[in-house]
Structure formats: structure tokens, C-alpha cells
T-cell receptor
Framework: GNSVTQMEGPVTLSEEAFLTINCTYT??????LFWYVQYPGEGLQLLLK?????DKGSNKGFEATYRKETTSFHLEKGSVQVSDSAVYFC??????????FGTGTSLTVIP | ETGVTQSPTHLIKTRGQQVTLRCSSQ?????VSWYQQALGQGPQFIFQ???????GRGNFPPRFSGLQFPNYSSELNVNALELDDSALYLC???????????FGPGTRLTVT
């Protein structure tokens, strides 16, 4: 079946540190892949997406590359800010309408 | 442009009761999906409605039911509440021919 496995948190980084949050997926064929961010007390917001192998999604300094050979979609940012503190969810959408989400990774950035 | 809104924000119910949660989709969006997010977990897909018809369902029992209205707003009904139904319930809307989902802030349901 379809599933997403995310790096467990929580992750605590100093401001301007490099961020990597690992995400791997299981799916047949070619799913679309997403990263969502959830700030405290809010719903999920789409951060970036990639719809086919080797696509790179990017937004607000975050990047993730769709790697079919390793079934991965790791999230990276070169220099995190305090305002990036949130919970990050990796998700996939395969055929049909259902999204499959990982369990989320909590990020705290300290000044 | 108004985003996705949900009501109520918080709700406390007793085991065995019934609850109705509401969602207003973003303007122009005709597809609504509902998710259950337990504490510390990712959202789990409950079902989706497209043009007032159910258009996919996750692994939830029949006591979870829904409705979509002609203006594309939606309701999630849960009967015979159980303690494990305590969660954040998220609604997401999508425009025609797009899989991009726009989430509301959620309704926090507590079952005691």
C-alpha cells in the first residue's frame, strides 16, 4: 500500500543552521509528493510539491527533490530562521483522491 | 479571497453522543476532503466530496458520514462518539481539476 515515513523529531537547531528532514515513501507507480507545514494553532499549508521523478520543489528557501531511485523526498533549507519553527509533514498523492501523510517532524529554531 | 473556514473551533462531547462539524470551502472550490489528526500524528483521510457526491473514503467506520451542499460547504457527522475520536478534524478544499488542497484551521474535538 501507500505510506510515508518521516524522520522522527523533535529537531532543535540554532538560527542559520542547515536543515534536513528525511522522508521516504512507499507507493506503486509515480505518486506526487508534497511538504506541508503546520504552525501552532493553524491548519496545514502547502510548502512545496513535486509531481514527477527528478523534479525539485522549492519555496521560501526550502527545497526537496523527488528521488525515485531512493523513494525519497527530503526537505532541506540552507539557513533556518526562528520563524521556521513548526511541524513539517511529508505527504504523497497517488491515483485517486487520497493523500497519505507522514507523522510529522517538529522543528524548533532557537536564536 | 476567503480561505477555508471551519466551525466550531473547539468542541467537547461525551462518549456516545453525536457531533456535526462544518466547513466552508474556499471560493470556487468544489471538492472538500476531511481528515482526522490525532495528537502527534499526521492527518488521516476520512473521505472526500466532489459536487455533492462522496468521491473516495479512507479506513473509517460508517459512523463517520458527510454531506456537501450546493454551495460546496460540507459537514462531517460522527455518531456514537468514542474516546479515540478525540482529535483535530481538518477540512481541505480543492479547485476543479486540481489536487492541491487548501486546509482550514481545524476543529478540536474532545470526547470525555
Amino acid at each position: 500500500g501507500n505510506s510515508v515515513t518521516q524522520m522522527e523529531g523533535p529537531v532543535t537547531l540554532s538560527e542559520e543552521a542547515f536543515l534536513t528532514i528525511n522522508c521516504t515513501y512507499t507507493a506503486t507507480g509515480y505518486p506526487s509528493l508534497f511538504w506541508y507545514v503546520q504552525y501552532p494553532g493553524e491548519g496545514l499549508q502547502l510548502l512545496l510539491k513535486a509531481t514527477k521523478a527528478d523534479d525539485k520543489g522549492s519555496n521560501k528557501g526550502f527545497e526537496a527533490t523527488y528521488r525515485k531511485e531512493t523513494t525519497s523526498f527530503h526537505l532541506e533549507k540552507g539557513s533556518v530562521q526562528v520563524s521556521d519553527s513548526a511541524v513539517y509533514f511529508c505527504a504523497l498523492r497517488h491515483t485517486g483522491n487520497q493523500f497519505y501523510f507522514g507523522t510529522g517532524t517538529s522543528l524548533t529554531v532557537i536564536p | 479571497e476567503t480561505g477555508v473556514t471551519q466551525s466550531p473551533t473547539h468542541l467537547i462531547k461525551t462518549r456516545g453522543q453525536q457531533v456535526t462539524l462544518r466547513c466552508s470551502s474556499q471560493s470556487g472550490h468544489n471538492t472538500v476532503s476531511w481528515y482526522q489528526q490525532a495528537l502527534g500524528q499526521g492527518p488521516q483521510f476520512i473521505f472526500q466530496y466532489y459536487r455533492e457526491e462522496e468521491n473516495g473514503r479512507g479506513n473509517f467506520p460508517p459512523r463517520f458520514s458527510g454531506l456537501q451542499f450546493p454551495n460546496y460547504s460540507s459537514e462531517l457527522n460522527v455518531n456514537a462518539l468514542e474516546l479515540d475520536d478525540s482529535a483535530l478534524y481538518l477540512c481541505a478544499s480543492s479547485p476543479e481539476d486540481s489536487y492541491e488542497q487548501y486546509f482550514g484551521p481545524g476543529t478540536r474535538l474532545t470526547v470525555t
